[in-house]
């Protein structure tokens, strides 16, 4: 029998003993430490169900088998615990990362994302992130003393950082931020709890995002197959794919092409893993950081590839691109998922009484940029069904998303 060896647990890994609170002061409690409570709340949180039906590249009924962004948030869990059990990190605090990252997803995956943008063009914009922010510090509502789900500054952070710093030390947006600026509900929140945005998340946090880039890498190539996108030969282009299949021949010559995919998956997923697992190592070594303020101040990140495997993700996503986000069949649906999303929005701005009571009345009490954004609120939460329910009960046609 194998016994997966323990590795002790690093001196910079984030201590749940030490986190810097909740917004809202809670007493301890004597079972679970407060980054297993973030996990918990997460998973019996309204808006995770939600993920369940909820678009990861196909609608959900193009089949039973295609991912949604509840089985692809899940996978990415697997993998953030993987990689923070590896280095020595926090498990609880990446899977609490990973289970909450996708939560401000609307409905139709990024179709929905680029078509409530355009709706909100003129009062700052959507942004997956910032409104995942907003999910869990302000849209859920089950606790009788706060709104929201008052996860721990260390969750919060590295939800809105784990794609590295918003801002530079002055404040500036820098990044995918520099030109539209930081989300007005990341700017609104810091208000109330600074997350220091110019500085790195956690190592987990790290490990968590790169955690979601190996998932998409490896789902999405299993999903493509399965719908018959592409085929084998076709990824075969791939030098790191062809590879993982000539060594998968060399030991099962007679494998079916159905077999043959899932074990291309799999053995990606694993070297992709320890590719992170190596280089996120390499780099904490040469960093030699004693405490997690070490990886939020370092220069650079801590959790990556290495350089080679960085260029083979590069051309994954190269290769998925053209063949499946762009491929003929998705972007029909996913226009006629953006007249959905677009029509609501513009519909519930002229008659906001069209929305359930609750929703209505938060979009008559508020200002123009509240109301618009309490529109997008409402839709952002949808899932695809109830979108799709929702547009054949306010119009007289609706795309058939096939």
Not at 96 to 108: K, S, T, V
Not at 129 to 153: K, M, P
Request: contains cysteine.
């Amino acid at each position: 029998m194998v016994v997966e060896a323990a590795v002790a647990r690093a001196p910079y890994a984030s201590e749940a003993g030490g986190s810097r609170g909740r917004l809202h002061p809670e007493t301890s409690s004597p079972t679970r430490n407060d980054f297993r409570r973030d996990c918990d709340r997460v998973i019996h949180a309204s808006a995770f169900r939600r993920l369940g039906y909820k678009t990861q590249v196909f609608v959900f009924h193009e089949g039973d088998h295609f991912r949604t962004r509840l089985t692809h948030t899940l996978e990415v869990a697997q993998i953030a615990r993987s990689l923070a059990r590896a280095l020595g990190l926090d498990e609880d605090l990446a899977e609490a990362l990973a289970l909450a990252h996708d939560l401000g997803h609307p409905p139709f995956g990024h179709a929905g994302e680029r078509a409530l943008d355009r709706c909100l063009a003129a009062f700052g914009g959507f942004d997956h992130n910032a409104q995942t922010l907003r999910v869990v510090t302000l849209l859920e509502r089950r606790y009788a003393g706060f709104d929201g789900l008052n996860l721990t500054w260390e969750t919060l952070e590295g939800l809105v950082k784990h794609n590295g710093p918003l801002t530079d030390h002055s404040g500036n947006p820098v990044g995918r931020y520099r030109e539209r600026g930081v989300p007005q509900a990341i700017r609104r929140f810091g208000k109330l709890q600074d997350l220091e945005l110019w500085s790195h998340a956690s190592a987990e946090a790290q490990v968590a995002a790169i955690a979601d880039d190996i998932a998409y890498d490896a789902h999405d190539i299993d999903d493509g197959l399965r719908a018959g996108l592409f085929a084998l030969d076709d990824i075969a282009e791939l030098p790191l794919v062809r590879k993982l299949i000539s060594e998968i021949r060399a030991g099962e010559a007679s494998l079916g092409p159905h077999r043959l995919g899932h074990e291309l998956v799999r053995r990606l997923i694993t070297r992709l893993i320890e590719d992170v697992i190596g280089e996120t190592g390499r780099r904490l070594q040469v960093l030699a950081p004693g405490s997690v303020q070490d990886v939020r101040h370092a220069e650079a990140p801590v959790g990556a590839f290495s350089t080679q495997m960085a260029d083979a993700d590069r051309a994954v996503k190269g290769f998925l691109y053209p063949r499946m986000y762009r491929h003929e069949r998705i972007m029909r649906i996913m226009d006629g998922a953006e007249d959905v999303v677009c029509n609501l929005f513009t519909h519930y701005v002229q008659r906001p009484r069209d929305m359930p009571a609750e929703w209505a009345q938060g979009v008559e009490a508020g200002d123009g940029d509240g109301r618009m954004r309490h529109i997008a609120d409402f839709i952002a939460g949808m899932t695809d069904r109830y979108a799709l329910v929702e547009h054949a009960r306010l119009f007289a046609s609706t795309p058939d998303l096939r």
